[in-house]
């Protein structure tokens, strides 16, 4: 969700936001959690935007580029926002962007289901590829996934440790840390295909301070 500046001059907006957990996109704290509807105050610097996303979706995310081929190449990220059961879901369609007609020749285009939920000390991640011909012919992969709205555990430490179809990653890197209320757990140097299914899962391993 993104609340513009209507006014010149102005350094803060009266946005309203839905009832929901709602997550800065750029620094990933959260700046809502309102149970009904309200209208908040956000600052508006000249140097940003305020963008939000809400918590119980997943967003596919690619780097910026100065051509659409670039950008496919530069490979996706995943942003997994936890609502307050620790559940999201989201989808990405894909094409060529030059197609007139969608969703007709197979060839053309991808689209890709996801879900989330909590499994214990672990958050796992489901791709459903409803058809993953394009995004497959492209050698589109899945390079990096933010967890956003993770529930910390006071006078605890935690480590994290990321599986891809039941296979432990050692060459993937992570990071993870307090956000404001919430924790944020970032995955890099990720390589899977988006156009085939998989399974994600995120394992918490807590420890005492």
Sequence with gaps: MVSPVLKPGMRSVNAYFPAGKWFNLFNYSMAVNTSAGRYVTLDAP???INVHVRGGSILVMQDEANTTRQARESGYEL???LDEFGNATGDVF???GDVLEMGVNQSEWSLIRFTSRIEGDSVVVDSNVVNGTYAQDHQMLVKK?????LKPESNQNRTTAMFVNGRMLRES???YGRRGRFDVAEIR???HYIGKDFELKLKLRSQPK
């Design 46 to 48: 000249d140097d940003s």
């Design 189 to 191: 140097g990720l390589s």
């Design 173 to 175: 890197e992570a990071s």
């Design 94 to 96: 894909m094409d060529d």
């Design 79 to 81: 942003v997994v926002a």
């Design 145 to 149: 996934v933010v967890f956003l709205g």
